[in-house]
């Protein structure tokens, strides 16, 4: 029922368009943020988070352990060039609500990412309003750019024309 309220229902899908913006707002500001000083370096971040896998209790498990030391930090300046524009691509897609779930799994696998590094900052609140979106399907992007392409691209992708007098899909 309430799935069903998020996914049709037109006054919700105001209430997810401004959650909506909201989110792109948070994800542009931290990548133009990068991206504008010119300094993002996550070589520290990555250090950091593998300084907090040792202990009792440690924040960052072993198996992510494994991926920061054999793929995050030796290929670090790659990451350097994806987190920026990273951030700041799905806080596009969000602000204008142009392929909005594709937009807010993005968002959501760097939560995760942030989350499994040991930080937690803003990543659940995060995390949270980001699957109200994920779960709404297009409703949230109804009014942005996937409202105004998804029903045409819908109908093209869907349409049915009639050979000897049956309805077939049309590829």
Known sequence: MFIDLLRHNKNVSILLAVLRVYLG???????????ASGQFDASGFLQGALANATGEHPAVQGWWVVFLE?????NVEIFNTLVPWGEFLVGIGLLV?????????FG???NFAYLFSGTTSTNPQLVLLSMFILVSAINAGRYGVDGMIMPTLKEKLFATKTIN?????EV
């Open 165 to 169: 007098g049956k309805e077939a899909a």
């Open 25 to 35: 707002y948070t994800w542009v500001m931290a990548g133009w943020g990068k991206i």
């Open 97 to 105: 609500g142009c392929f909005t779930k594709t937009a807010v799994f």
């Open 70 to 74: 054999n793929v995050a930090i030796p």
């Open 108 to 110: 959501l696998a760097m």
